[in-house]
């Protein structure tokens, strides 16, 4: 279908299968690796002993770590909450203060946390959105929809790195349940 284009140069959405066509990189992370995400811990924590259900996916696609270049990777975020908190990502901090970041809403319905300080925003996600994360704020995603997974592609600075404890000190401080057929927002930790 791309043979004419070099590999290196391109990806694409495979929405049928819900991946990043030509991605170099993989990660699945379940119940067991979102340790401390929910309010519920322990039942998270023997909802991981039984079933131990995948939360998200993340298909990326790499480039040399260097100043220039740019990283994007899809994520499919799946439905389900732990007691009535959906399922959400781990959510990080880019260890280099001044990486942004873009997400690109391809399917399903969301938020898009944000949190920098004491201060807490959040986007909703849905279809051809197109979220920005400035700089220096930290950026969870929570599957708002049990119908469905919450999928997007996100690009950002090859440098940014991760830094996933800073959500220790730092924390999101809203957290998305379930209500009705819809979801209500509430006060984090
Ligand atoms: C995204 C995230 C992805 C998974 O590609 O890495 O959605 O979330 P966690 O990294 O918080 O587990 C991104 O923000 N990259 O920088
Ligand atoms: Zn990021």
Not at 58 to 69: I, Q, R
Not at 104 to 132: H, S
Request: aromatic fraction near 14%.
């Amino acid at each position: 279908m791309y043979e004419k284009i070099p590999a290196g140069f391109f990806t694409a959405f495979d929405r049928q299968n819900s991946l990043l066509y030509n991605a170099d990189d993989y990660e699945e992370r379940k119940l067991s690796d979102l340790q401390g995400c929910f309010v519920a811990e322990e039942i998270r924590h023997q909802m991981a002993l039984q079933e131990n259900k995948t939360v998200y996916r993340v298909y990326k696609k790499t480039a040399p770590l260097v100043a220039g270049e740019l990283l994007q990777a899809v994520t499919v975020l799946f439905p389900g909450t732990v007691n009535g908190e959906f399922f959400m990502t781990r959510g990080h901090y880019h260890i280099h203060p001044k990486c942004a970041e873009i997400f690109f809403c391809l399917g399903g319905r969301g938020l898009l946390l944000l949190q920098k300080g004491n201060e807490t925003k959040w986007v909703e996600m849905k279809p051809d959105v197109i979220a920005y994360i400035p700089a220096g704020w930290g950026h969870r995603t929570v599957n708002t929809s049990l119908a469905g997974p919450l999928v997007f592609i996100a690009f950002w600075p090859a440098v940014a790195g991760q830094n996933y404890q800073r959500r220790l000190k730092e924390p999101f401080g809203k957290r998305v349940f379930q209500a009705d057929r819809s979801y209500v927002i509430g006060d984090g930790d």
